[in-house]
C-alpha cells in the first residue's frame, strides 16, 4: 500500500490516504474501529481454516502426523499474497481494557475452537474432539504471536507438531 502525500481525500495519484484521521472518518469512535477489526479477524480466520481443511484431504498425505504438520505449516507461513490481519495479536492485551473487544475476543476464541473441532473430526472422526480442538487452538495462537513479534526462525514452520511429538516418547 503506497500512501499519497497530498491532502485531498479524493487523491488524484490514486493512491491510499492511511493517517488515522481519515480512517476514523468510517468509524464512529476508535473503539468502533477495533470491534471492527476484531470482527474482521474471526471471520477472516475462520473461513480460513474451513477453507484450508476442504482443500487438503487428508488421504493426500502420508500420515496424520504430516497432514498437520503441513496446517501447522500453513498457520506459520500463510499462502502467497494472503493479507492476513497483522494486528490480531494486539486486541488479546485490549481485552483487559474494553468489555467489548473483550467479549469479542472470546467469542473470537469460542467460533475457532469450534471450527477447529469441526474440522478434526471431519478428518479424524469421533476420536478427536474439544481437548484435541483446545490445544490446536493454543498452538495456533501462539505461533500467530510469535510470527507477529518476528522470533520464529521458520526451520521448524514443515514439522511443529512432529517436534512437539518428540517430547512424549519414553
Not at 7 to 28: K, Q
Not at 50 to 77: G, I, Q
Amino acid at each position: 500500500m503506497t500512501i499519497c502525500p497530498c491532502e485531498s481525500d479524493a487523491c488524484l495519484h490514486g493512491e491510499v490516504r492511511t493517517d488515522v484521521a481519515f480512517i476514523l472518518n468510517y468509524f464512529e469512535s476508535r473503539d468502533d474501529l477495533v470491534v471492527s477489526y476484531v470482527r474482521y479477524t474471526k471471520d477472516f480466520m475462520t473461513e480460513k481454516c474451513k477453507a484450508w481443511f476442504l482443500e487438503h484431504d487428508r488421504r493426500d498425505y502420508e500420515s496424520n502426523l504430516a497432514y498437520m504438520n503441513a496446517f501447522m505449516s500453513y498457520v506459520a507461513n500463510g499462502k502467497v499474497g494472503e493479507e492476513r490481519p497483522n494486528a490480531t495479536t494486539q486486541t488479546y492485551v485490549l481485552t483487559h481494557y474494553n468489555e467489548e473487544v473483550a467479549r469479542l475476543v472470546k467469542a473470537e476464541f469460542k467460533e475457532w475452537r469450534e471450527t477447529m473441532e469441526q474440522c478434526l473430526i471431519a478428518v479424524y472422526g469421533e476420536a478427536a474432539g474439544k481437548q484435541e480442538a483446545e490445544a490446536m487452538m493454543i498452538l495456533i495462537t501462539g505461533t500467530f504471536l510469535c510470527n507477529y513479534n518476528g522470533v520464529l526462525t521458520g526451520g521448524i514452520n514443515h514439522n511443529i507438531i512432529g517436534y512437539l511429538s518428540n517430547l512424549a516418547k519414553s
